[in-house]
């Protein structure tokens, strides 16, 4: 298997076939959509150069992990400060400089703040919480695979990410260095893989998979890529949201090389839209990228119509589409971002026939226990005898459809 295209046959290390220019055609959104996306802020980073701010090692390496960097950046709240100190054995705080200048440095309830300061909600463990919520190391074959559909996996490649979200349903692995998927579980990852035909579709997480190089990441698909049965994968990230610098030109140019590649992000307020998001989606489209959006749906942040229409028509000018909404699972420690099912419900009523049916993502709840992704929008049928069908319309109209 041809894994490692930067070396010859005999060792030396020469261009890689993916480095080679990009084909002039660029394509660039006409002015004024591009006018929406403003540049995220520089808030307490105003001195660093444009070169180190769009660097993203300068930006991994700059990460807040401790109160006294965070106190540059933001007011913090004796609340927060004391949260920071309680959870920080449970759960660490990573945030990039990119995304912290994002939150509003006076405002508690800032949605890009909820989602990267700790709270002391985190500390509340509600009745219903469970320690592995989706039951996703019960239907592991091998460490690192978690196999519930029958065509499809999830593969864990890594517990890194640029920030930790505060509503992570992996909270009890990611940001644990012992819990990091090893290279011998990534090998024995796609040997399972390779010997279960019935897998088509592999669904590249972790953990954010391009917390990895490109190089390990060109081996990674590069394999997955070498095996008949694989017709396509997807890399569910966060860095489009987090990290948009991270979306390089060459690792652009190596993932043309594995196509079809999916790309599954996860913007949950229409804040975290900026011209960097913009411009890292546009670069992962150009090069041929299908990508959707996965939103959670978290109390205080997104739980409202009004900003989930905002959020995706702003994904939809960005070429992302809404893909699914979830019901904020029963991870431990984030009961404090749970709203009710019927809330999601109102939104995807508030967005079906009141806008494009691509703004419509499906709105599903994790199923405890491994019963997987349910959907749960809401019912358009009224009721329905023999050949005889009553269907309310997206105003509230109610129609008689006969079967032939
Ligand atoms: C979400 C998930 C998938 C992918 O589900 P789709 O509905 O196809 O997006 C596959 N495996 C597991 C274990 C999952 O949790
Ligand atoms: S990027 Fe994903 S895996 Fe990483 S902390 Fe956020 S929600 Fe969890």
Known sequence: MNGDPAKTANGDATTREWEAPLAPAEIRPVPHIQARFPPGPRSAWTEVSEGQWN?????????????DQLEKVIRVTDEERRACVETGDQFHMGITPYYAALMDPEDPHCPVRLQSVPTMGELFASPADLEDPLAEDRDMPVPGITHRYPDRVLFYTTHNCPVYCRHCTRKRKVADPTSAAARKQVEDGLDYITLHREIRDVVISG??????SDDRLDYILGRLRAIPHVEIFRLGTRNVVTLP????????????????VYVNTHFNHPKECTAEAFEAARKLADAGCVIGNQMVLLKGVNDDPKTVLELNHKLLMMR??????????????????RTPIETGRKIIRALRGHTSGLAVPYFVVDAPEGGGKIPVNPDYVVRHEGKKWVLRNYAGKEFTYYEP
Request: hydrophobic fraction near 30%; proline fraction near 6%; include cysteine.
């Open 245 to 260: 610098q991270r979306i390089t030109d060459d690792l652009c140019r190596m993932l043309r090389k594995h196509q079809p």
């Open 207 to 212: 953990g954010d998979p391009l917390s990895l």
């Open 55 to 67: 660097d993203w090692h300068w930006q991994q390496r700059e990460r807040i992990t401790g109160l």
């Open 320 to 337: 992302v589409r809404p893909y699914y909404i979830y019901q904020c699972d029963l991870a431990k420690g984030i009961s404090h971002f």
